[in-house]
């Protein structure tokens, strides 16, 4: 059981717009603006898309927009586009012992 | 360009050892902490532990703390993570992964190194 709480699995059509939520506590989601999203197509490593909870690295298309309220962050994905299918991931900063916790994933359907 | 390349596939008979590495090419090893992070087939993200390549210094997530040794060789440019008396469940693709204190996030990923215990 992953420490941070991501629905399973979201869709959406092509130009539609879907957010996924990530719930912690806040010993970590809540506490911190430590939140990040990595995007990982299968078979492929981890590609950081937001960090400290709403900034894109260089790179990132501005589809890609994050934010928190309380212990839970969203990750939204505006004009769905179908090379964005794949699972996301949250991860924040965390006092417990593990430093730095993930969500379960979130596998994302472009329809 | 930056990258990390990390060494190939391994398959290990349970109690063994593995010892996979990473090796940091377009910047300074030394200039970030690295962490490791596996994945169980069809599962998520799970974080090991990180380790200071200036210093050596090391912190593991208490799970892997009795059978985890992170080290480094900054001659090499190369970090190397080793875990020892291997399980069945320990079969997983492992990422080493640059910490970018800036980001406060994971900005540079290995390609992953798949590790499998079967006997």
């Known amino acids: 059981q992953s420490a941070l709480t991501q629905p399973a699995s979201v869709s959406g059509s092509p130009g539609q717009s879907i957010t996924i939520s990530c719930t912690g506590t806040?010993?970590?989601?809540?506490?911190?603006?430590?939140v990040s999203w990595y995007q990982q197509h299968p078979g492929k490593a981890p590609k950081l898309m937001i960090y400290?909870?709403?900034n894109r690295p260089s790179g990132v298309s501005n589809r890609f927009s994050g934010s928190k309220s309380g212990n839970t962050a969203s990750l939204t994905i505006s004009g769905l586009q179908a090379e964005d299918e794949a699972y996301y991931y949250c991860?924040?900063?965390?006092?417990?012992?593990?430093?730095?916790?993930f969500g379960g994933g979130t596998k994302l359907t472009v329809l | 360009q930056v990258q990390l390349v990390q060494s190939g596939a391994e398959v290990k008979k349970p109690g063994a050892s593995v010892k996979v590495s990473c090796k940091a090419s377009?910047?300074?090893?030394?200039?970030?902490?690295m962490h490791w992070v596996r994945q169980a087939p069809g599962q998520g993200l799970e974080w090991m532990g990180w380790?200071?390549?200036?210093?050596?210094?090391?912190n593991y997530a208490q799970k892997f703390q009795a059978r985890v040794t992170m080290t480094r060789d900054t001659s090499i440019s190369t970090a190397f993570m080793d875990l020892s008396r291997l399980r069945s469940d320990d079969t997983a693709v492992y990422y080493c992964?640059?910490?970018?204190?800036?980001?406060?996030?994971?900005?540079?990923w290995g390609q992953g190194t798949m590790v499998t215990v079967s006997s």
């Open positions: 992964a640059r910490w970018n204190w800036e980001m406060d996030a994971f900005d540079i």
């Open positions: 991860s924040s900063y965390t006092t417990s012992n593990t430093l730095e916790v």
């Open positions: 806040s010993r970590d989601v809540g506490g911190y603006n430590y």
């Open positions: 400290d909870v709403s």
């Open positions: 377009g910047y300074t090893l030394t200039g970030y902490y």
């Open positions: 380790i200071n390549p200036t210093s050596g210094d090391t």
